[in-house]
């Protein structure tokens, strides 16, 4: 179930405990293809949307030029928010708003915490995952072939990982540890 609270989507700065030996696992594959979704749709909604309504309020005349264009150029547009998107919250904060829900981690290969050059390089690598190559074949291909790493993790030489938190909203407050994680858990006993 998707955790609709806000607190549910923020990343911290303080970054919870990486589960290292979850890289490998198949329903860390499923969180991320999840994580993407969410990531996108943010993208979309919260950023690429309120700058296509200005552009068509201000621009009127050469938008309504472009009529049914306007999709199209929408969705090649969104390539490289989401890509500057997923590297500024990888690097700052080892994980997107979709990540943080799904209880995700971008870690170095050893556990230790993302680097500007590692979320650089991975992010940038998703041109190639999607040149030439359907996203779907890519991923599975990945899925099987290298522990659920795609090209951008293997040549940053990161991991995608589940995260440890505090089980309750209440002791990750009391232990200043991040309490996005915290809170879904709360909402999960509560349901």
Known sequence: MI???LDGFLPTRRQPAPRVETAADRDV??????????DLFLCYVLLEFPLIYAASVVLSGPYEALG????????VALLPL???YSFVCEWRYGRTPG???????????????????????RNLCR???LLGVPPLVLGLVSALVADG????DLAA?????RSTAPADLETAVAADADTSAAARASGDEKN
């Open 68 to 75: 049914g264009y306007v999709v199209f150029l929408s969705l």
């Open 29 to 38: 594959l499923f969180a991320r293809v999840a994580a993407a979704a969410i």
């Open 99 to 121: 990540k943080v829900n799904r209880g995700l981690l971008v870690v170095m290969a050893d556990g230790r915490e993302c680097t500007l050059r590692a979320s650089a390089v």
């Open 127 to 129: 041109y190639v995952d």
């Open 157 to 161: 030489g990161t991991i995608v990982v």
């Open 3 to 5: 955790d609709w609270t």
């Open 149 to 152: 790493r795609r090209v951008g």
């Open 82 to 84: 989401y890509v500057t």
